[in-house]
């Protein structure tokens, strides 16, 4: 019986051992989950610009100051489209045909991106001077797009108003309103 003992003792020492000398081979998964949050799409403008002087029958030049889109849509096909139009530019009350600069009378041409960030194809609406077009009170011109890519995106640029002044118009200050809007 002691033998016995013995050899059951025995067997279950080197059972032990050899357990102990084995690896351990469990595994287990955990499923791992984050959010990524869709921003907005957003356009900033400059409040007030101010684009110098000259006389009736005259074109008065000047920039419009910084415009940006900023894409957080963090979207698959991050494309848009920037455009802008203008109302009539008036002085005094506007209420004749000298105290009014229309919109068609500015031109605005883009020009190259100030700044870009993102992958896909940024253009301008209009590269350079030569290719500058009339603004309108109904129908927008684009002034800016971004094709494909996928992600955040964001693009600024400086444009340049031509005002072709009617030789017919009187001395003033006119004030008007230009508006870009992005989609």
């Not at 802008?84 to 041409?109: C, H, K, L, M, R």
């Amino acid at each position: 019986m002691r033998t016995s003992r013995l050899l059951t003792v025995g067997a279950a020492t080197v059972t032990a051992i050899a357990l102990a000398a084995t690896p351990a081979a469990a595994q287990q998964d955990t499923t791992t989950t984050f959010d990524l949050d869709a921003g907005t799409l957003d356009m900033t403008v400059p409040g007030t610009a101010d684009l110098g002087n000259g006389g009736s029958g005259t074109t008065i030049t000047g920039q419009l100051g910084a415009v940006a889109v900023a894409d957080t849509r963090a979207a698959a096909d991050a494309s848009w489209t920037a455009e802008v139009q203008a109302t009539d530019f008036t002085t005094d009350d506007g209420g004749d045909a000298s105290e009014i600069v229309t919109p068609g009378n500015i031109d605005y041409w883009s020009g190259a991106a100030t700044a870009t960030e993102g992958n896909g194809t940024f253009t301008p609406g209009q590269a350079d001077a030569g290719a500058a077009v009339p603004l309108s009170d109904v129908t927008p011109v684009t002034a800016f797009t971004h094709a494909g890519g996928t992600g955040n995106n964001s693009a600024s640029w400086n444009p340049t108003l031509e005002v072709n002044v009617p030789l017919a118009n009187v001395a003033g200050t006119y004030t008007g309103t230009v508006t870009h809007s992005v989609a």
